[in-house]
């Protein structure tokens, strides 16, 4: 592999990794969670999104010099920003959490972050395969377990949604963890997304 084209590779490996680490973050601050903490953790989960942006502007900038890509410019830029959206997702989602002042931590909370964690090990373990794509048979059986594990965060969204309606005596409470449990929903679905552009690139490419 040309050295040009490992950076593209070595980037999306550093993205992957630093959703990781967003990912078990967030989980971290939702099992310990202390509404008093709160300004610090956003500041903890900030600088690794930071990180993720500057992964993402590496990335532009070599798009924009590159006079000969491993794979199309259009779809290393796609990857980018799907990845990108990921990290964005996971600060998001602790965001919320300060922004509607939450009370205390609800333990559905917890699990679909964990499941998090799942996905975004998922995209980190595709994209240590991903620059031998073309003769990979390890990337299609992680992608299947990817779509798995967003299933599972869809059945939890429904679950969560739906107990919300069992138990709404306080309903600005309510309103909130519905914006809560739909921010998690979103970042699964990022996550997924991620998924479905690196069949798309292996299918257009092999």
């Known amino acids: 592999m040309a050295k040009s084209d490992k950076f593209y590779f070595d980037n999306f490996s550093s993205c992957t990794l630093l959703s990781k680490e967003a990912a078990e973050y967030l989980v971290q601050c939702l099992e310990s ?18 990180q993720a942006d500057v992964q993402k502007h590496a990335m532009n900038e070599a798009l924009a010099k590159a006079f000969v890509t491993p794979i199309d410019r259009e779809d290393l830029d796609m990857l ?7 990290t964005d997702q996971l600060e998001e989602i602790l965001q919320k959490f300060y922004i509607y002042n939450i009370p ?35 990337i299609r059986q992680l992608v299947i377990e990817l779509n798995d594990v967003e299933e599972e965060c869809d059945q939890l969204y ?5 107990k919300l309606t069992e138990n709404s005596s306080d309903v600005l409470l309510t309103v909130s963890w519905r ?10 679905d990022s996550c997924e997304h991620v998924g479905d552009c690196i069949g798309s690139v292996i299918m257009k490419n092999t």
């Open 33 to 50: 969670y202390d509404p008093d903490n709160m300004v610090s953790m956003l500041a903890n989960m900030h600088a690794i999104e930071h």
């Open 80 to 86: 980018s920003h799907r990845l990108d959206d990921v």
């Open 104 to 138: 205390a931590m609800e333990p559905a909370a917890v699990e679909f972050a964990k499941k998090l964690v799942k996905a975004c090990d998922m995209l980190y373990q595709i994209m240590a395969e991903f620059s031998n794509f073309k003769k990979s048979k390890k």
């Open 158 to 162: 429904l679950n969560c949604m739906r």
């Open 179 to 188: 914006k809560i449990y739909e921010c998690l929903e979103a970042c699964a």
